[in-house]
C-alpha cells in the first residue's frame, strides 16, 4: 500500500513538473515572438534610415554634393 501510495505521489511531481515546464514554454514561445516582432521593427527603420533617398535629402542640407572627376583618386 505504502509503495502504492509513493507511486502516486511520484507520478503526480512528475505531471506538475511537466506542467510548470509547460507554462514556462508557453512563455518563452511569446517572449520569442515578441523578439521577433521587434527585430522587425528595427529592420524596417534601418532600412528607412539607410535609405539612398533620405541620405540624398540630408546631404543637399548639409551642402553636400557628389565630387567632381578633380576630386576623386583612382586606385590601381
Request: some cysteine; glycine content about 6%.
Amino acid at each position: 500500500m505504502l509503495a502504492l501510495l509513493a507511486a502516486c505521489f511520484v507520478m503526480l511531481l512528475m505531471r506538475l513538473e511537466v506542467l510548470r515546464e509547460g507554462y514556462e514554454l508557453s512563455a518563452l514561445k511569446g517572449q520569442m515572438v515578441s523578439f521577433e516582432q521587434h527585430n522587425r521593427a528595427l529592420k524596417l527603420e534601418v532600412a528607412k534610415l539607410g535609405s539612398r533617398e533620405r541620405l540624398r535629402a540630408l546631404a543637399a542640407k548639409y551642402g553636400m554634393a557628389p565630387p567632381t572627376p578633380a576630386q576623386t583618386v583612382v586606385v590601381p
